[in-house]
């Protein structure tokens, strides 16, 4: 694998990934009083927006540095713009959190995470990152069958964010979303993908639908018109189990980073129906 989380880190997609995963996550821990997390591509975790990655790319200076520009940040991200900060305690924006350390800062006693990468150096770095974590694994691995084979009964939370450099990535974000289901009808499963072109985000959307899963909630946001496949016009979550009090959050989320860091962009919020459950 070529990807690194660390060039994109921070950019107008881990605004509105972040600030859909710290109100899921919210959400969930106020209704059970045990939660297990799995993270199918977690990367390293945190990463250094002063860093050659980071730098290179200018997504994080675009994303994040704007977001934390704003006098009054959007109550939709007040979580995430809170994590940020204690991420950066010296004040200066030199770091961003990524799921990995998002999720692991708000782990209660009986709460479990298994953050799951196939990189090794990626690894390494997360392995670090959450030594001495109380309830917290790095696992080395196919994060799509380490998801499927860990769901188990109870309150589960599965994050699918793959680099989608494969072409079987769509694909197997939408099996192992409907394995996870299988197993734990009550699972919330999140996948997160890029919008490039229409044909390929209607034939994700019917394979979901066809899968099986469930009902999910999907967000767009389109920076601008999807009409380059080579080009990341913008991105999506299709939240299966989503609850109903997720959806402002996420619509509110979606339609200022459409507006405010595209270009004629848009960000909405609709449900997608489940097909037949668990066949």
């Given amino acids: 694998m070529n990807y690194r989380h660390a060039f994109h880190a921070g950019n107008f997609a881990d605004l509105v990934k972040h600030a859909a995963l710290l109100r899921l996550l919210a959400l969930m821990r106020q209704a059970a009083p045990a939660l297990t997390v799995i993270d199918t591509h977690a990367g390293s975790g945190l990463y250094e927006l002063a860093g050659e990655a980071a730098r290179k790319s200018g997504e994080a200076e675009a994303g994040i540095g704007r977001l934390m520009r704003e006098a009054e940040p959007p109550p939709a991200f007040a979580p995430l713009v809170d994590a940020v900060r204690r991420a950066n305690p010296k004040g200066a924006l030199k770091y961003y959190p990524g799921s990995p350390w998002l999720i692991a800062e708000g782990l209660r006693p009986a709460?479990?995470?298994l953050a799951c990468e196939l990189n090794a150096d990626e690894h390494r770095r997360l392995s670090e990152l959450l030594r001495g974590r109380r309830g917290a694994e790095a696992r080395l691995g196919?994060?799509?069958?380490?998801?499927?084979?860990?769901?188990?009964?109870?309150?589960?939370?599965?994050?699918?964010?793959?680099?989608?450099?494969?072409?079987?990535?769509?694909?197997?974000?939408?099996?192992?979303?409907?394995?996870?289901?299988?197993?734990?009808?009550?699972?919330?499963?999140?996948?997160?993908?890029?919008?490039?072109?229409?044909?390929?985000?209607?034939?994700?959307?019917?394979?979901?639908?066809?899968?099986?899963?469930?009902?999910?909630?999907?967000?767009?946001?389109?920076?601008?018109?999807?009409?380059?496949?080579?080009?990341?016009?913008?991105?999506?979550?299709?939240?299966?189990?989503?609850?109903?009090?997720?959806?402002?959050?996420?619509?509110?989320?979606?339609?200022?980073?459409?507006?405010?860091?595209?270009?004629?962009?848009?960000?909405?919020?609709?449900?997608?129906?489940?097909?037949?459950?668990?066949?």
């Fill in 111 to 113: 709460d479990r995470y």
């Fill in 142 to 279: 196919d994060g799509f069958k380490l998801a499927a084979a860990g769901a188990r009964p109870g309150a589960l939370l599965v994050l699918i964010d793959p680099p989608f450099e494969k072409a079987d990535d769509y694909a197997r974000a939408v099996e192992t979303a409907a394995a996870v289901r299988r197993r734990n009808p009550q699972a919330v499963v999140a996948i997160w993908l890029p919008l490039k072109d229409l044909e390929t985000f209607d034939a994700f959307l019917r394979d979901l639908e066809d899968a099986g899963a469930g009902p999910a909630l999907i967000a767009e946001t389109r920076l601008q018109p999807l009409d380059n496949p080579l080009k990341m016009n913008g991105c999506a979550l299709a939240i299966v189990g989503a609850p109903a009090e997720l959806d402002a959050t996420l619509e509110a989320a979606c339609r200022w980073v459409a507006e405010t860091l595209g270009d004629g962009g848009e960000g909405r919020v609709w449900r997608l129906p489940g097909g037949d459950e668990f066949r």
